[in-house]
């Protein structure tokens, strides 16, 4: 039996879209020149990467040549935090951060915490995920140079304040980075009118290929180079381009951008939907993150006296991938960092299932995965001795 697949784990990574995947072809074995030689050959390479620098630049309102290709989210990540402390360790060594970032910035800042004599603050978000701008600006010393806050969270999908943010980084005159992988092509960004210095993201989490990203620098940053070597991106990064997934990444920031209005109008329907069928049919459960400023893709409820291991399991049988709040398939028993920062007891917290959609889900998956959820949920209640108890004391 062939059973359909029902893919709702689209933060974690999404399908290359088949127009993505036709502009990238000739670039592998047609177009193979090396971007950095003379002859007129390379130069088909070296114009592409310049059309697809121009084609994110422009979903940003940012310049061309302020898009650094890196190797994906982790490494633009990483390249903000250490190479910004680099340039600026002598003018100081405070770094702001948040406690529900991606673990590409977390374990970033905590390297450079234990091994380089760094200071982080790790700001508190409230319970719906939000940081408070004020926060921010209480946590400011004469120490600081770099804020790194997130645009959208990748598990509760709230998207936070980073114009506010921006406005008191630039005020204070400190460099803001945000990590905007979940958040680019989902929502409008402009480096300008945020105030932003640095922006993280990622190809495959956009419907282009894997093992892409960029870093925007924005020009006049002071930040050491992460690669050395040749003279790619300006000095900046060196290393033969990955032209293919240069040019795949280009082609899936337009169409995303293209296409954001309608296309998160629907995924808002859908994910509507799912929050409003799981939270009413399903006692005993509660939404994560915000209601409304929440990333259009992006469910995550909480089911009390349930393990998410088991429900992800059970889902699997039907053919849905989905994702949990328990860090258990990634060798840790501690639950998720970022529902432990919005306050949810660690039962609580192992009980919690992320939906994350697409533009091709439609209402007919998201009727079926809530069916499926019901029956799993009673299902696994029914075997917990804790549900037990629990009924029984409400008499
Ligand atoms: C996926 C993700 C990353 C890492 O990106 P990769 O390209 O997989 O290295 C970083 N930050 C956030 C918020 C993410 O969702």
């Known amino acids: ?90 003018k100081g060594n405070h770094i702001i951060t948040t406690k529900i970032e991606h673990h590409a910035i977390l374990h970033t800042a905590e390297y450079l915490e234990k091994e380089r004599g760094a200071k982080i603050t790790y700001l508190n978000v409230d319970e719906n995920g939000f940081v408070r701008p004020e926060d921010v600006e209480k946590a400011i010393t004469p120490e600081t140079i770099l804020i790194s806050v997130m645009m959208a969270n990748n598990e509760i999908g709230t998207i936070e304040p980073i114009r506010e943010i921006g406005e008191i980084a630039k005020k204070h005159g400190i460099l803001f980075h945000t990590d905007a992988v979940q958040a680019f092509g989902q929502i409008p960004i402009h480096v300008d009118e945020m105030h932003i210095d640095m922006l993280s993201s990622s190809g495959h989490k956009i419907n282009g290929p894997k093992g892409i990203g960029f870093l925007y620098i924005r020009k006049g940053v002071k930040i050491r180079s992460f690669v050395h ?30 296409s954001m209005e309608e296309r ?26 915000d209601r409304t400023t929440r990333l259009p893709n992006n469910i995550n409820v909480s089911f009390q006296f349930i393990e998410g291991e088991s429900m992800l399991l059970m889902l699997d049988r039907f053919g849905v991938c989905a994702s949990s709040g328990s860090a258990c398939t990634s060798g840790s028993l501690d639950p998720s960092h970022v529902l432990m920062a919005i306050g949810l007891p660690h039962e609580i917290a192992h009980g919690s299932l992320r939906l994350t959609i697409s533009q091709e889900t439609t209402m007919e998956d998201a009727d079926f995965v809530v069916d499926k959820l019901k029956d799993i949920v009673a299902n696994l209640r029914s075997m917990s001795p804790l549900y037990e108890d629990f009924v029984k004391k409400q008499g």
Do not use: C
């Open 264 to 289: 998160t109008k629907t995924e808002i329907a859908v994910r509507d939907h799912l929050i409003e069928r799981l939270l009413s049919e399903i006692p005993y459960s509660k939404l994560n993150g």
């Open 229 to 258: 070597g040749g003279a790619q991106e300006r000095k900046r990064r060196a290393g033969t381009e990955n032209v293919p997934g240069i040019v795949g990444y280009g082609e899936a920031a337009m169409l995303a951008a293209e």
């Open 1 to 90: 039996m062939d059973k359909k697949l029902i893919y709702m784990d689209n933060a974690a990574t999404t399908k290359t879209s088949p127009k993505v995947l036709e502009a990238m072809l000739p670039y592998f074995s047609e177009l193979y020149g090396n971007p950095s030689s003379i002859y007129d050959f390379a130069g088909k390479s070296k114009e592409a990467i310049m059309k697809a620098r121009q084609q994110i630049a422009d979903v940003l309102g940012a310049k061309r040549e302020e898009i650094y290709f890196t190797a994906g989210g982790s490494e633009s990540d990483n390249w903000a935090l250490k190479a910004t402390f680099e340039a600026l360790k002598d």
